[in-house]
């Protein structure tokens, strides 16, 4: 079997986070003038958000590459460290629930690491309790 275990996917709650709580923080998720989803953290323009979207696109380059299953991780850019802790966890929370249900609906494709607010410790094993 052929796993990759670094796989990074958003959910589109994800976006639907960033868009409502971001701002204020300095968060902006958009689509630039080539239709490329992208997010700027604090004036810093961070790695195109497409190929991390889509489990269908995720799907079809498993069957690209000859990989039987990915394992789905939260990545840090553009992530959540720059939300304070409850917004963090919630955007956590958002995520996990997607992955989960990403894997029951493509039984033995996707397996994931819990996404967790790791700048606060408490709310971090909370959602690790919860996600599990």
Request: charged content about 25%; proline content about 7%; overall charge negative.
């Amino acid at each position: 079997m052929h796993i990759d275990v670094h796989c990074h996917i958003y959910p589109q709650e994800y976006f639907d986070l960033v868009a409502k709580e971001g701002p204020r923080y300095g968060v902006t998720v958009f689509t630039d003038e080539k239709g490329i989803k992208r997010a700027s953290v604090k004036g810093e323009m961070q790695p195109p958000l497409e190929p991390f979207i889509e489990t269908s696109l995720r799907l079809n380059t498993m069957k690209e590459m000859g990989l039987d299953m990915n394992v789905l991780s939260f990545s840090s850019r553009p992530g959540m460290y720059w939300a304070d802790p409850a917004l963090a966890e919630e955007i956590c929370q958002a995520a996990n629930d997607a992955y989960a249900k990403i894997i029951q609906q493509h039984p033995g494709k996707f397996s994931a690491l819990a996404a967790v607010p790791a700048h606060d410790a408490s709310r971090a094993v909370r959602e690790l309790e919860r996600a599990a």
